[in-house]
């Protein structure tokens, strides 16, 4: 060998690479390796009693204790217990090709054996799926689903890692030869990374090097079928393993085995469990697999304003908001914002709420980027609850309508006052169609961002603010309440003194709390502090110009002696106690005669 192959005469190094590569080929396959056993020496050497005794290490040669000539011969015989090398077999490829068999034939303890074989895992699967795939490509394959998320999940594998060559946890054998666990571009796409099983195919080619292979089209059309595989064992997932309704790729698969947990009274459901693990792999998928988007999109879920925000299994499907829209609902309403309780308070869906609209709540990151990939789902729109383009029902739109069109010719003062004192803070001040209890709200532009990704946007450390500022809009929209009482003394206020300065904080004060209730942040928070201390000074009647000055507190005063506690030095408490039985006695007799006398008379 030469010098750089030496290691492949090392025996742990080949049997490693025998396990790796040969492990589930047909014929046996046996490694001849040294191994040190107990050496047997000749009979004339060696006392036949003790040949017998050889293997109890507690047993002792027995002699004369009194010779010392027979002791020592024992010595020197039972020091020729030594070892010697043999030449020992061993069978390496122990594991059978478990794909090779039909599904209908393989046990649920097989499939989650052969999964702690690939997987080096002691969980359970949560499901699994076993198929053949015909068509440009033959080949056999089983793909399971982790019971957890992976904590590298969307890492590249050697990706940030001192290991370059880490493998993926799909395995493509060539006729029950692994080829290659490590891919240039992956089997599977980042977003199911966690996806770990065996692809076997018969039309690969063998003969030429793996750098070769992987640039083969024909790895396009086994990673094609992969995906929908794994689309359609998510599926059984969620429903609890029925027969897809559509149909699809029905002639591909030879047979497909995928867990099918009844669910119990009280338990939570499969898919529930599945979703907590990895909704946010299905997420990523919606935002970069365009063409398998729809699919995705039946898999994703929700809180709602119909789900119990307290309850984290308390989840909806977008088939199951469709099922519960209102005849004239042309829209699928979604809000997003920090977290739950913030969104469900959350001015902006009062009027949706009050209507009996169902509101979709995204309180994670990337939700609004999921929802910007679908610009509909089974022919319904999406509607940003907090843009300015929100619309109602039909009907109840154009109720609204009408109510503020009688209003818009009372409240135009007002209007053109906020428009002038809050300058460019708004680019638009108009009535709402969308508050009830709420005096006003801010709303952003159709095509701008919303308040949670102007935060996010804002978060981010290596972004340049210019390449999303067109985005950003200083000037936001403020909608008021015709109908509420704030906004009519308000619209007095301006009637009466549209000079009076109180006039012009309160109008600022009523679009800092608007800013805050909608989510967004206040550009300039010492002007809304300076307001603050303006209107709290007014309603403690204090000067909140006055300066700062330094004054001596009060000295805690000592109490003084109580002048009316008695001082007991020197009473006979006895006495005293038996003088007022006496009294008390005396009395009782009095009122006992009077009134025997009222019962004579």
């Known amino acids: 060998l030469k010098e750089d192959a030496e290691e492949y005469a090392d025996t742990p190094r080949l049997k490693e690479l025998l396990q790796k590569y ?19 020496p000749d009979d004339d050497e060696y006392p036949p009693e003790l040949d017998d005794k050889k293997d109890d290490d507690d047993d002792a040669v027995q ?164 995906v929908r595989k794994a689309l359609e064992m998510f599926k059984n997932i969620m429903t609890s393993g029925a027969e897809d309704e559509n149909g699809e790729d029905a002639g591909e698969a030879e047979g497909e085995a995928a867990e099918k947990p009844a669910k119990k009274e009280g338990e939570v459901h499969p898919y529930v469990k599945f979703w907590h693990n990895f909704g946010r792999a299905i997420k990523a998928g919606v935002i970069d697999d365009s063409s398998n988007r729809q699919r995705l999109a039946k898999l994703l879920r929700f809180k709602s304003s119909h789900t119990d925000i307290k309850n984290p299994d308390d989840i909806t499907s977008l088939d199951d908001y469709l099922d519960r829209m209102k005849e004239d609902q042309d829209y699928i309403y979604h809000l997003s914002g920090e977290n739950l309780e913030k969104i469900s308070t959350s001015p902006l869906i009062e009027k949706l709420i009050e209507k009996g609209y169902e509101v979709l709540y995204l309180d994670h990151p990337i939700d609004e980027h999921v929802i910007t990939q679908l610009p509909e789902y089974e022919g319904s729109k999406f509607m940003a609850v907090g843009k300015d383009n929100m619309k109602l029902g039909d009907a109840d739109q154009k109720i609204e309508k009408e109510r503020n069109e009688r209003a818009k010719k009372m409240y135009k003062p007002l209007i053109k006052y906020l428009k002038d004192k809050l300058g460019d803070k708004v680019s638009k001040v108009k009535l709402s169609t969308r508050l009830t209890s709420s005096p006003c709200v801010v709303s952003s532009d159709q095509y701008g961002y919303s308040a949670q990704m102007e935060i996010i946007m804002r978060s981010q450390a290596f972004t340049d603010p210019e390449t999303y500022k067109h985005m950003i809009q200083k000037a936001k929209i403020m909608e008021l309440n015709p109908r509420h009482a ?84 020197g009473i006979n408490l006895d006495g005293v106690i038996n003088e007022q039985l006496d009294n008390m006695k005396a009395e009782a007799a009095a009122a006992a005669d009077a009134d025997a006398e009222k019962e004579e008379l």
């Not at 396959?29 to 191994?35: A, D, K, S, T, V």
């Open 22 to 40: 040969s492990q589930f080929i047909s014929f046996p396959i046996f490694l001849e390796e040294l191994q040190n056993v107990d050496a047997k």
């Open 63 to 226: 002699v004369d204790e009194n010779d010392d000539d027979s002791a020592d011969d024992a010595d020197e015989k039972k020091a020729k217990l030594t070892t010697e090398q043999v030449k020992t077999k061993t069978h390496i490829n122990i594991e059978r090709p478990l794909w090779l068999k039909d599904p209908s034939e393989v046990d649920e303890k097989s499939y989650n054996e052969f999964y702690s074989v690939i997987s080096h895992s002691y969980d359970a699967p949560m499901a699994h799926s076993h198929f053949k795939a015909e068509g440009e490509i033959e080949f056999r394959s089983i793909l399971y689903v982790p019971s957890e998320l992976p904590a590298n999940f969307m890492s590249k594998p050697g990706e940030d890692s001192a290991d370059k060559s880490k493998p993926h946890n799909i395995r493509l054998f060539v006729r029950r030869v692994l080829v290659t666990d490590v891919f240039e571009s992956t089997l599977l796409p980042g977003y199911l990374s966690f996806i770990t099983g065996v692809v076997d195919s018969d039309d690969l080619p063998i003969n030429i090097s793996r750098e070769m292979l992987q640039k083969s089209k024909l790895l396009d059309v086994i990673r094609r079928k992969l």
């Open 486 to 569: 704030l906004v009519k003394a308000l619209y007095d206020r301006v009637v009466s003194n549209p000079d009076d300065p109180r006039t012009e904080t309160l109008a600022n004060l009523l679009y800092d709390s608007a800013i805050i209730t909608s989510g967004y942040m206040i550009h300039d928070p010492s002007d809304f502090l300076l307001r603050m201390k303006t209107v709290l000074a007014a309603s403690m009647d204090v000067d909140p110009d006055v300066p700062v000055e330094d004054f001596d507190f009060p000295e805690e005063e000592e109490e003084e002696e109580d002048a009316d506690v008695p001082d007991l030095d």
